[in-house]
């Protein structure tokens, strides 16, 4: 599995944006898909995961309310809606994906996706 991430860029503080992760490869409603993040100077950290059909959704403590995971299984994308950014959301963005649901939330995911960069000006 092949992992595209998009949709990141500059915002300011109360807004928002939707990334995307495009996934390639077979049978990806197969897959349990995630997003993680790291700030600089910070260890990456757990936001938001799927399970395969959708039915299952975990967030961070510190996101829930803010954010929202979504996946369209017929695109082989998953989304991450961002809302209420505040400064401390900026960080790179993972995309991740996995057989199983709680190894995407522990961060065991087999497969990772490049980063796409979120900055929240104050």
């Known amino acids: 599995v092949q992992l595209q991430a998009s949709g990141g860029g500059l915002v300011q503080a109360g807004g928002f944006l939707r990334l995307s992760c495009a996934a390639s490869?077979?049978?990806?409603?197969?897959?349990?898909m995630g997003w993680f993040r790291q700030a600089p100077g910070k260890e990456r950290e757990f936001v938001a995961a799927?399970?395969?059909?959708?039915?299952?959704?975990h967030y961070a403590d510190s996101v829930k309310g803010r954010f929202t995971i979504s996946r369209d299984n017929a695109k082989n994308t998953v989304y991450l809606q961002l809302s209420s950014l505040k400064p401390e959301d900026t960080a790179v963005y993972y995309c991740?994906?996995?057989?199983?649901?709680?190894?995407?939330?522990?961060?065991?995911?087999?497969?990772w996706g490049q980063g796409t960069e979120v900055t929240v000006s104050s």
């Open positions: 991740v994906a996995d057989a199983y649901i709680w190894d995407v939330v522990g961060g065991n995911s087999d497969y």
């Open positions: 490869g077979r049978s990806f409603s197969g897959y349990a």
């Open positions: 799927i399970s395969g059909g959708g039915g299952g959704r």
